[in-house]
């Protein structure tokens, strides 16, 4: 691990000032379509707005190359899939930034396009007096399907501002204080005989009186649960039907436009960088895909084995790799892209911590962090008579997001990856080019179209999908000179390093000319005289 994390690590609260993790520093929504209105003024650069949300927010578009550029091969980078991870926003808008700023030579070649915030109405509630960890929007949305929306949600019941846990003392509960740390509680492992103490819910009331708390959240859709890969049907924050929200419709609304794509990185909770993603036979062969496969998967251990040189933190329990109805897994799955996802940011793990708010809190106290835990205090709670109820836990946002001051340094180490993944896009050249009399009038034009890249044209499942286009051979010899060879060819995809042979038989002398690509691959042009 590199300064910081080492840092934190043996300087203790010596890097942070006060003992805080003074995470509010996180720029607000105003704060940020500042900035964004600001790279959106660089001569490299547009901003679009897509749509606007429920709660009334835009949804922005960054493109960022020079020249033709959508016919370069692309880079997506999205932000905010998940409204808690806030850091998912910064490290998308400080990329954007910097290729502006820092970088604009790389453009020549990669177009980017940046959507820096996708849940900017979950977004907002780090910002507002009751702080939790939001995902859904701000569409009027009746969950537990009561015919009342929204009537069962959380409730400050220590009114500190923050929604954290409650736990309810009771003989017939699933849990127990954790060996680990007293502080957190964690599931009675039943295998081993033992019993539980404790109920434990979020922070809320059984506002409408179901027996059930906080199943009914005011707010709306969640963007990550939403997309049509494996969509949970009848799950809350989901939706009745998939792509239902104005924010994710003019998402995909804009990608299915831009054939340039040919790589996602996504900030979010899932982990298939540091972990890469792992083929099975059986599942690659269902109907229904539900399996990376095979030749992906060594694109994405290569790929991976580059952020891990790249990015000096290490991961901390890397078990999530995409849930339902995620973006980062549609992105592969329903639009064939190489597809690559990474929080961008874990505690660091402690040795004999198995339990992460545990090994998050050893790292707190080793930096004298001392405002990152609502210590448990009992409350009179309505539900509940005659029970011990207390509130208490983990203060929201602080596990998913690092101090802000931090930031920047994980940000110059993402962009480093996503510049050297750029480097490795599909690169179309003629190699071997041979232009031969064979008599009577007549010229055979043979080469190679080579693939000078470490990634190839097309995923594995690209070459499955109507939603990656195949490269495409123009020969354009006039008009009843090509006596041999298709004018017109369509090749499936060109792998790492690999070349297609092409030859024809040409009448007459002059000009011939070739153009050869696909945008996501770049196109090449080149002209022969006979």
Same mark, same amino acid.
């Given at each position: 691990?590199?300064?910081?994390?080492?840092?934190?690590?043996?300087?203790?609260?010596?890097?942070?000032?006060?003992?805080?993790?003074?995470?509010?520093?996180?720029?607000?929504?105003?704060?940020?379509?500042?900035?964004?209105?600001?790279?959106?003024?660089?001569?490299?650069?547009?901003?679009?707005?897509?749509?606007?949300?429920?709660?009334?927010?835009?949804?922005?578009?960054?493109?960022?190359?020079?020249?033709?550029?959508?016919?370069?091969?692309?880079?997506?980078?999205?932000?905010?899939?998940?409204?808690?991870?806030?850091?998912?926003?910064?490290?998308?808008?400080?990329?954007?930034?910097?290729?502006?700023?820092?970088?604009?030579?790389?453009?020549?070649?990669?177009?980017?396009?940046?959507?820096?915030?996708?849940? /900017?109405?979950?977004?907002?509630?780090?910002?507002?007096?009751?702080?939790?960890?939001?995902?859904?929007?701000?569409?009027?949305?009746?969950?537990?399907?009561?015919?009342?929306?929204?009537?069962?949600?959380?409730?400050?019941?220590?009114?500190?501002?923050?929604?954290?846990?409650?736990?309810?003392?009771?003989?017939?509960?699933?849990?127990?204080?954790?060996?680990?740390?007293?502080?957190?509680?964690?599931?009675?492992?039943?295998?081993?005989?033992?019993?539980?103490?404790?109920?434990?819910?979020?922070?809320?009331?059984?506002?409408?009186?179901?027996?059930?708390?906080?199943?009914?959240?005011?707010?709306?859709?969640?963007?990550?649960?939403?997309?049509?890969?494996?969509?949970?049907?009848?799950?809350?924050?989901?939706?009745?039907?998939?792509?239902?929200?104005?924010?994710?419709?003019?998402?995909?609304?804009?990608?299915?436009?831009?054939?340039?794509?040919?790589?996602?990185?996504?900030?979010? /909770?899932?982990?298939?960088?540091?972990? /890469?993603?792992?083929?099975?036979?059986?599942?690659?062969?269902?109907?229904?895909?539900?399996?990376?496969?095979?030749?992906?998967?060594?694109?994405?251990?290569?790929?991976?084995?580059?952020?891990?040189?790249?990015?000096?933190?290490?991961?901390?329990?890397?078990? +999530?790799?995409?849930?339902?109805?995620?973006?980062?897994?549609?992105?592969?799955?329903?639009?064939?892209?190489?597809?690559?996802?990474?929080?961008?940011?874990?505690?660091?793990?402690?040795?004999?911590?198995?339990?992460?708010?545990?090994?998050?809190?050893?790292?707190?106290?080793?930096?004298?962090? +001392?405002?990152?835990?609502?210590?448990?205090?009992?409350?009179?709670?309505?539900?509940? /008579?005659?029970?011990?109820?207390?509130?208490?836990?983990?203060?929201?946002?602080?596990?998913?997001?690092?101090?802000?001051?931090?930031?920047?340094?994980?940000?110059?180490?993402?962009?480093?990856?996503?510049?050297?993944?750029?480097?490795?896009?599909?690169?179309?050249?003629?190699?071997?080019?041979?232009?031969?009399?064979?008599?009577?009038?007549?010229?055979?034009?043979?080469?190679?179209?080579? +693939?000078?890249?470490?990634?190839?044209?097309?995923?594995?499942?690209?070459?499955?999908?109507?939603?990656?286009?195949?490269?495409?051979?123009?020969?354009?010899?006039?008009?009843?000179?090509?006596?041999?060879?298709?004018?017109?060819?369509?090749?499936?995809?060109?792998?790492?390093?690999?070349?297609?042979?092409?030859?024809?038989?040409?009448?007459?002398?002059?000009?011939?000319?070739?153009?050869?690509?696909?945008?996501?691959?770049?196109?090449?042009?080149?002209?022969?005289?006979?």
């Amino acid at each position: 691990m590199k300064k910081f994390f080492f840092g934190c690590l043996l300087a203790g609260s010596v890097l942070i000032s006060g003992a805080s993790m003074a995470q509010n520093d996180y720029p607000t929504l105003s704060q940020l379509e500042q900035r964004l209105q600001k790279i959106g003024a660089s001569s490299n650069a547009s901003l679009e707005r897509l749509a606007q949300t429920p709660g009334g927010n835009p949804i922005w578009a960054l493109k960022i190359g020079s020249g033709n550029q959508d016919e370069k091969p692309a880079i997506a980078v999205v932000g905010g899939v998940e409204g808690f991870h806030v850091l998912s926003v910064e490290l998308a808008t400080q990329f954007a930034e910097k290729l502006i700023n820092e970088h604009s030579d790389v453009l020549e070649k990669t177009t980017f396009y940046i959507f820096p915030n996708m849940s /900017p109405d979950a977004y907002a509630q780090y910002h507002a007096s009751l702080k939790y960890e939001r995902r859904g929007n701000g569409a009027s949305v009746d969950h537990d399907r009561d015919g009342t929306p929204g009537d069962n949600g959380y409730s400050d019941l220590n009114g500190d501002g923050y929604i954290t846990w409650m736990r309810v003392e009771d003989p017939m509960g699933d849990y127990v204080v954790s060996k680990e740390d007293e502080r957190v509680l964690v599931k009675a492992d039943r295998s081993k005989g033992e019993a539980g103490s404790y109920l434990v819910f979020k922070e809320s009331k059984d506002d409408d009186q179901d027996g059930n708390f906080a199943e009914d959240l005011k707010e709306g859709i969640a963007f990550n649960k939403s997309l049509t890969y494996k969509f949970p049907v009848f799950e809350p924050l989901a939706g009745d039907i998939a792509v239902s929200q104005p924010e994710s419709r003019a998402l995909l609304d804009y990608l299915f436009d831009q054939w340039n794509i040919f790589a996602f990185v996504t900030f979010s /909770p899932a982990n298939n960088l540091s972990s /890469p993603l792992k083929y099975n036979a059986q599942n690659a062969r269902k109907r229904v895909v539900t399996s990376i496969l095979q030749k992906d998967e060594a694109i994405n251990a290569m790929v991976s084995d580059l952020y891990k040189s790249t990015v000096s933190q290490k991961a901390f329990q890397q078990n +999530n790799q995409g849930t339902d109805g995620d973006f980062f897994q549609w992105a592969y799955f329903h639009f064939a892209r190489l597809s690559y996802s990474t929080p961008g940011y874990w505690v660091p793990e402690f040795k004999g911590k198995s339990n992460a708010e545990a090994n998050y809190l050893a790292w707190a106290d080793s930096l004298g962090w +001392n405002d990152v835990f609502v210590p448990w205090t009992e409350i009179s709670h309505p539900d509940f /008579p005659g029970k011990k109820v207390e509130v208490g836990g983990i203060k929201p946002f602080v596990m998913a997001n690092p101090p802000y001051e931090k930031v920047g340094e994980i940000a110059d180490e993402h962009t480093d990856f996503i510049l050297k993944l750029a480097e490795m896009q599909p690169n179309l050249e003629v190699q071997n080019l041979k232009i031969e009399s064979i008599g009577n009038g007549l010229t055979r034009v043979s080469l190679d179209l080579f +693939n000078n890249a470490p990634l190839p044209t097309h995923s594995e499942m690209g070459e499955r999908s109507r939603w990656l286009r195949k490269i495409r051979v123009d020969l354009n010899a006039g008009e009843d000179r090509l006596i041999s060879g298709e004018k017109i060819q369509l090749i499936d995809s060109i792998g790492a390093y690999e070349k297609v042979s092409l030859s024809w038989i040409i009448r007459g002398k002059g000009d011939v000319t070739l153009k050869a690509g696909a945008a996501h691959a770049g196109f090449i042009n080149a002209t022969f005289k006979l």
